[in-house]
């Protein structure tokens, strides 16, 4: 059975939250001097002298409506980036837990693992990049803390069977974090629907893609209001800032617009799908459910340099194992993507 205060680290469980100025007034006034605040004004712009509200509550309100979840289901950090370190932060006891991860996959896990002193269990994709559950499982030990499963799978571009998933949300007993950066590109249902089932599950989703706002830094996590309750406890009280929180708020009118922007991408990645297996150079393209590609080619690192020769930067990922001869390509504009297709036909 998976009990959350059994997981969650003895000091974290004993610490009491920052009370921040905002905390400790709640009513109304006209002359706030309990911040320590610039009340002359700001450099930066009106409404910038004061700190910005550490709960988020209008964002969260919002996007619990769009996302069809409670707010006290909702994390927000300065990118999902802020989420996966304070997971680790939440959970793992540096130098005697550990985390397990799936590479080729996403890099900021192992970082993250590094800085928090976790040790890493690497159990690889399997040659589709799949989830070998079983073998998961195997290594799962009783100072594993966190199973961290990024689905569509960056760099491969892939869905996660739901059915691994389930099977190791059911047969782990610690957080299952559930990384879908990349969902709204797919067509496949968020594990948000599932958060009532699963109590160790944690589905983190960004800003930074589909809603094309990666300089703002927003991140979500969304998991059961008591795993949130603890997130929201040891974060920096004020990590959303103020010009994030009112542009993000102003963005989320914008569905619409949204889903005119995914279609496009959606459609963009569809027609280089295509289009790539033609080129010489190109062995295999990955199937995707992200906005990029992987794609394996002839000569991964003489194509970089190429592309790079003609002003075209793509992300090279040969050396890593999993992904051997491999570039990932994001999907650009039309001309962007004709331009690329181009260059890679003159190699
Ligand atoms: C799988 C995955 N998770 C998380 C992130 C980080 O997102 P954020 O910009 O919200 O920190 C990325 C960014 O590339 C990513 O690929």
Known sequence: MFNLNDIIR?????????SSARDEFKGAASVFLDANENNLGSLAGEGFNRYPDP????????IAEIKGVRPEQIFLGNGSDEAIDLLFRMVCRPGQDSMLHLPPTYGMYEVSANLNEVEMQ??????DFQVPVEEVLLQVKSETKIIFICSPNNPTGNLIEAESIEDILESFHGLVVVDEAYIDFSDEPSWTTRLKEFPNLVVLQTFSKAWGMAGLRLGLAFASEELITVLDKIKPPYNINESTQALALEAL???????DMVEEIVQERELLLQSLPDLPTVEQVYPSDANFILVKVKDADGLYKFLLGKGIVVRNRSSLPGCEGCLRISVGTLEENQELLKAIAEF
């Open 55 to 62: 709960h988020q509550k209008k964002l969260k309100s919002r």
């Open 10 to 18: 003895p000091n974290v469980l004993k610490m009491r939250a920052y």
């Open 253 to 259: 009118e914008r569905e619409e617009a949204l889903k």
């Open 122 to 127: 690497a159990v690889q994709l399997t040659a």
